[in-house]
């Protein structure tokens, strides 16, 4: 027979652990209990000295080298997956996750030069940097290329003014990686710069941006005649399109993590377990059990869809609908969780009735927010069935 | 770790899809269809053989391929692609696994060599145990003999061997029915039997874990039936909407349309890797394989609905044509949806399997 099987080894499809991945799991597992005191609720007693044993332990900066701070593990699929599952097993938070870490680390790796790369990323991985990322305007958000904020050329450096909205963690951040217009006269996209710069340059205001959760997860910043050196460009002038969209890749894997999600499925069933009306456990009603069970097909096909993105070739559309069907996943597994709350489910901040601390309902708005940021779902669409399906743009309108 | 097709599997896929593509025109399906001509069906599955299809799963020593269920999902989608009617869930891989988890040496000898080279086909009769027993059917076992009713038995036309599941779950084979009465139902691709059953003997095969293989084997290549259909259902919404103008554009430049097409494939995409990975758990950890299989098969099924109306609504008025055809590949989705349980009865398994049912 002409595709009889001829070698059933090498090629085949295999999520079996060796006996060498078997011991890494027990590793893992053994870590973790023997530090599950350092952490409650899901969150590091000491974020930073988690952060550090996690480095050094090689479960966070895994694949990052050690002489910017990693740890300096080979990428590695299964090892990655084990470490997900033992960490959503345990209950045990991950590393730290904000946009230096997850963003501006792997920009810098890509495209940023040797004296960038050691001043900024071993700071980084350990807490003690803390970033914002200045990139959408108030005039510019799904055509993020629109922006304007302008930088002047002046002397060494750039004069920057304009503002920023969006601005996750402005009022803590040490620094900020900011998109900036630095050639006028060029079509939009070739006029871009990604800079570098400290918040508390002279000239940058923060102002928080309450929203519909009561928190300010957000901020608007506002920028007069900030000086920032030319020297702190990455990736080189007039090509911060480029390098922002190295960094926008990052973030939508980051935004439909389907590790992320899975744990939060866990914890649904446990709620829908331990939750009683009338005495009786939510799980013994059919239709929250049948909702249930919806949401659990889809939290499997894209943990799945995961698996396959890391290791199969021909899985570039599977990639393309991370961002879209994650950041909507979490939000209906919020909402199952509100739902089977019943009353309890409009309780908030804080009170005798209040469950998890409110995060189900906090999570449910945030979660509608990272449906919309982070490129929009509709804005995926365009990507999924524009370089997915090869379909047509939309006409341009001619501009004035 | 490797979550990806290997080679040869990519080999196989490629040339099932090359050859169904020439051997199952649509205006084949359309014969077959319209004027029930069985024989239509015989000479596919003929040429099917050539390939070694029949004897997928068969054990070599009895003249099959010896190949395990990732292999069968992926033929089951080449299937699905241009619904072929073929015997292929009955005879292929059902009737070959009871045989092995139930059947006794005589019987595999009897059997598998004839079904593996098409020159026998089996007919499966599991419905009652499985998706619940409608209008009191049900088949009842008494000393080697079969009683009662059995509704939507697949692939029981011109079948030289039936596999029958009894009301309590144990397996049955049968030469013959006392009576096969055509189910005539929205999908004229795959037939459908009500068949009776009057003290008909019947050697009695392994109970209860075999059936629940059966089902799981027969939810995930349902499952894989399904991908393969609405795929095809997506890339012809997606080809006509880069062809059919209006307004002086192709209607695929319009965000209204592209993003039909770009939500049909977020959610097509996925199910494939959970279809994949049911399989490889069926044959590598059997443990997870009853979950695995349950949600495949309810989920493939929702999305399914969704893409099978979706990709229609996308040809507009043409869509809905018989001329067309897409007809075929929405019915044969909607089938697979009923089959052996809707998604609300296969979820309620689901949860079952998980200790989530008190």
């Not at chain 1, 993590?257 to 013994?284: C, Y």
């Not at chain 2, 050859?19 to 040429?47: K, N, Q, Y």
């Not at chain 2, 076992?141 to 029981?156: E, M, N, P, S, Y």
Request: include cysteine; hydrophobic fraction near 45%.
């Amino acid at each position: 027979m002409h595709y009889a099987p001829t070698d059933r080894e090498g090629g085949d499809m295999d999520l079996t652990l060796t006996p060498e991945l078997t011991a890494f799991r027990e590793e893992v597992r053994a870590f973790l209990d023997a530090h599950k005191d350092e952490h409650e609720a899901g969150a590091p007693k000491d974020p930073k000295a988690w952060q550090r044993l996690l480095i050094d332990n090689g479960y966070a900066a895994r694949t990052i080298p050690r002489s910017y701070g990693g740890f300096g593990a080979e990428p590695d699929g299964q090892k990655t997956r084990i470490i997900a599952e033992a960490f959503i097993a345990a209950g045990a938070p991950r590393g730290m996750s904000g946009q230096g870490i997850s963003m501006l680390v792997p920009t810098l790796l890509e495209v940023g030069s040797e004296e960038q790369k050691t001043r900024w990323i071993p700071p980084t991985l350990s807490g003690e940097i803390i970033w914002c990322q200045g990139y959408s305007e108030p005039g510019a958000g799904s055509d993020l290329a629109n922006l304007q904020t302008k930088a002047v050329e002046d002397g060494e450096d750039f004069l920057i003014s304009g503002s920023k909205i969006w601005t996750s963690t402005a009022a803590q951040a040490q620094m900020m990686f900011c998109l900036v217009r630095t050639e006028a006269t060029k079509p939009k996209h070739e006029g871009i710069s990604y800079v570098l710069f400290p918040m508390d340059t002279p000239g940058i205001e923060v102002r928080p941006l309450k929203t519909m959760t009561g928190q300010a997860e957000f901020n608007e910043v506002f920028f007069t005649d900030v000086r920032v050196p030319q020297a702190n460009v990455v990736g080189g002038r007039g090509r911060g399109w480029q390098v922002a969209n190295t960094t926008l890749k990052h973030e939508r894997g980051m935004l439909g993590d389907p590790n992320a999600t899975e744990a939060r499925l866990k914890q649904l069933i446990e709620l829908m377990k331990s939750e009683t009306v009338d005495g009786r456990p939510i799980i013994d009603n059919a239709i929250f059990r049948d909702r249930l069970m919806q949401l659990q097909a889809r939290v499997l096909s894209m943990k799945f869809n995961g698996l396959r993105t890391m290791t199969d070739d021909t899985a570039g559309l599977a990639r393309l609908v991370v961002k879209l069907q994650g950041c909507e996943l979490n939000h209906q597994v919020a909402a199952l969780a509100i739902d089977a709350l019943g009353e309890l489910g409009i309780l908030y901040q804080e009170g005798p009735h209040l469950r998890a601390k409110g995060r189900w309902q906090w999570n449910y708005m945030f979660d509608l927010g990272l449906i919309i940021g982070g490129g929009t779902a509709q804005i995926q669409k365009n990507i999924i069935s524009e370089r997915g399906l090869g379909m047509p743009r939309e006409p341009k309108t001619v501009e004035a | 770790m490797r979550f990806a097709l290997s080679e040869d599997q990519t080999l196989l896929q490629d040339s099932l899809n090359r050859t169904l593509a020439d051997l199952v025109p649509l205006d084949r399906v359309r014969r077959f269809a319209d004027g029930g001509d069985t024989a239509e069906a015989s000479d596919i599955w003929m040429r099917l053989a050539e390939m070694g299809l029949p004897g997928l799963m068969i054990p070599e020593e009895h003249g099959g391929l010896g190949l395990g269920m990732l292999e069968a999902a992926l033929a089951a989608e080449a299937l699905g692609r241009v619904v072929a009617p073929t015997p292929f869930l009955g005879s292929a891989v059902l009737a070959p696994l009871a045989l092995k988890l139930g059947g006794t040496e005589a019987q595999q000898r009897r059997w598998l060599p004839k079904l593996a080279t098409g020159a026998a086909t089996a007919g499966i009769a599991i419905s009652e145990p499985i998706a619940g027993a409608r209008d009191g059917a049900g088949v009842t076992a008494k000393d080697g003999r079969l009683t009662g009713q059995a509704l939507f038995a697949l692939d029981a036309t011109g079948a030289d061997l039936l596999i029958v599941a009894d009301t309590a779950g144990g397996l049955h084979l049968a030469n013959i029915a006392e009576a096969a009465e055509p189910m005539p139902g929205i999908d004229a691709t795959r037939r459908l039997k009500a068949l009776t059953f009057k003290d008909t003997p019947a050697e009695a095969l392994t109970s209860n874990p075999a059936l629940d293989r059966l089902r799981d084997a027969a939810w995930i290549l349902l499952a894989a039936d399904t991908l393969g259909a609405a795929q095809v259902m997506l890339e012809r919404a997606v080809a006509y909407a880069k062809e059919r103008k209006q307004f002086g554009r192709t209607i695929g430049s319009f965000q209204a349309v592209k993003h039909l097409c770009a939500e049909m494939a977020a959610e097509l995409e996925p199910a494939r890797a959970l279809v994949w990975y049911a399989a490889y758990a069926f044959d590598n950890t059997p443990d997870e394989a009853p979950l695995m299989a349950a949600h495949a098969k309810a989920h493939t099924s929702e999305i399914g609905r969704f893409i099978a109306r979706t990709a229609t609504e996308v040809h507009g008025g043409i869509g809905i044509t018989d001329l067309l055809g897409l007809h075929y590949w929405f019915k044969r989705i909607g089938q697979n949806r009923q089959l052996l349980g809707g998604p609300e009865r296969v979820r309620e398994i689901a949860a079952r399997i998980q200790g989530l049912v008190a």
